[in-house]
């Protein structure tokens, strides 16, 4: 008497396996949604810093910040940030006079914009109290 088995996998069994694979691909993608764009701000906040320390040189060669939002690295570095971001807040947002300049603009994951200024500060701000005093300079949380 012989027996015979069939060996393999039932349908069922298989239903569950890619169910189960699913679930976990769904989970994954979207806690890689919101690491994305922290990576996306934290460059765009990098560009920005690179801007302020390019215009402290600006300030150096020409002795005014006055048109510091348009010198050909700055303008650069502030696109790049915008393309992380996704707009043109931080190249729309830059504004100078003879004395101060600021830089700022909104980010992904968060309810705060990035702000830098003459004045040394680089962090984040609530979104529109840049500039708000018509100072050209940030205004800290």
């Given amino acids: 008497m012989t027996k015979n088995f069939k060996k393999g996998f039932t349908l069922i069994e298989l239903l569950v396996v890619i169910a189960i694979i699913g679930i976990l691909a769904a989970i994954a993608l979207t806690s890689l949604g919101a690491a994305r764009n922290k990576a996306k701000d934290s460059s765009a906040q990098g560009s920005v810093s690179s801007a302020r320390a390019q ?3 600006y300030f ?9 939002c348009t010198d050909p690295d700055i303008a650069r570095l502030l696109t790049a940030a915008d393309k992380q971001v996704g707009s043109t807040d931080f190249t ?3 504004s100078s006079t003879d004395t101060t300049y600021a830089i700022y603009g909104d980010l992904l994951d968060t309810e705060n914009e990035f702000c830098v200024d003459s004045n040394g500060f680089a962090g984040k701000q609530s979104i ?3 500039a708000g005093a018509g100072n050209g300079l ?3 949380l």
Avoid: K, L, R
């Fill in 92 to 94: 729309d947002s830059c």
């Fill in 128 to 130: 529109g109290t840049a």
């Fill in 138 to 140: 940030c205004n800290t």
């Fill in 55 to 57: 215009a402290e040189i």
């Fill in 60 to 68: 150096d060669t020409m002795n005014s910040y006055t048109d510091v």
